[in-house]
């Protein structure tokens, strides 16, 4: 019998692909959320895609009695959690190490984080760190994942927030496809060497790949451990645009606007570890990360 995977908000966009990476891995995942920033749509997806039964409860993480009647109904071998409230009003998403003072950032750079995004994410890794070390028998693998951006290839997943998008790819869709106007660039005097800012831009198949990965190393592993999940590639905004430019083969009306607080001029990813003791890399390119991006809106964009 597979091991059963539990994935909290595995109907939103990380962890929809984290449950048909599983399932093709040989897992047996289910999916808990409350779909504040998703939709029950995405379900028959997820199973056509995972050639498997989905089995989903819809309940709040926080809601400690139906988590418990999660695990009392189902045979949980392992949880990958990718439920959690967000709402950044950036075009990018920021990074939970801040501005480094080099690049790549590497997993024992010190974060240092210019916003409660990053800030609440570094209060949860110290969290499950000291439980690691509290109680043995826990195995963790804490991933640091990057600009997570794309769609499925199959053009049956994608990024479908509630409302406006805040991803940079999602947000160059909707302009692509008329529905924006424009693309709002948040500062173009960053100390880059285009004056926009550069991060390290992940396809989300990439970013799911890595977490199966993760989940098989935790097998025979003890403790917590630190990951990077990037390219290791540093892309502008300018050259993100540019990308998408030839994915849509339609110009993308620009705006340039000021710097927004909390935001850094680079994050790049050191990916070194993630390769040595997962034996994982990135294997997708920004020209697929825009591609596939473009597919997903074309077929609908939305769950």
Request: proline share 3%.
């Given at each position: 019998m597979p091991e059963t995977v539990l994935v909290t908000g595995g109907a939103g966009y990380v962890g929809s692909h984290v449950v048909v990476e599983l399932a093709r891995g040989g897992y047996a995942p289910v999916v808990l959320d409350n779909f504040a920033n998703s939709t029950p749509a995405v379900l028959p997806r997820l199973e056509s895609?995972?050639?498997?039964?989905?089995?989903w409860v819809n309940a709040d993480l926080r809601d400690l009695v139906a988590v418990r009647r999660v695990f009392h109904d189902h045979p949980i071998a392992a949880v990958v959690h990718c439920a959690g409230l967000k709402s950044i009003d950036e075009s990018e998403e920021r990074p939970v190490y801040g501005q480094a003072a080099a690049l790549p950032v590497s997993e024992e750079t010190p974060p240092s984080p210019q916003n409660v995004y990053g800030r609440?994410?570094?209060?949860?890794?110290?969290?499950?760190?000291?439980?690691?070390?509290?109680?043995?028998?826990?195995?963790?693998?804490?991933?640091?994942?990057?600009?997570?951006?794309?769609?499925?290839?199959?053009?049956m997943l994608g990024e479908a927030p509630r409302g406006r998008p805040s991803g940079l790819l999602s947000l160059l869709a909707r302009v692509a496809a008329g529905e924006l106007s424009e693309i709002q660039v948040t500062g173009n005097d960053w100390p880059t060497p285009d004056g926009t800012g550069v991060r390290d831009y992940v396809h989300i198949q990439d970013v799911a790949q890595a977490h199966l990965q993760a989940l098989k190393w935790l097998a025979d592993a003890h403790g917590a451990i630190t990951q990077n999940v990037g390219t290791g590639r540093a892309q502008s905004v300018y050259e993100i645009i540019a990308a998408f430019e030839r994915a849509c083969g339609r110009r993308i009306g620009q705006l340039t606007a000021a710097r927004r607080a909390g935001d850094v001029a680079a994050c790049v990813a050191d990916t070194k570890r993630a390769y040595?003791?997962?034996?994982?890399?990135?294997?997708?390119?920004?020209?697929?990360?825009?591609?596939?991006?473009?597919?997903?809106?074309?077929?609908g964009g939305r769950l």
């Open positions: 895609l995972s050639g498997r039964p989905v089995p609440t994410k570094r209060v949860v890794e110290d969290f499950v760190r000291d439980l690691a070390r509290a109680n043995a028998n826990w195995r963790i693998a804490i991933l640091r994942c990057f600009n997570a951006a794309g769609a499925h290839t199959t053009g040595e003791a997962l034996g994982w890399r990135a294997t997708r390119g920004l020209d697929a990360v825009c591609a596939d991006t473009w597919k997903w809106q074309k077929s």
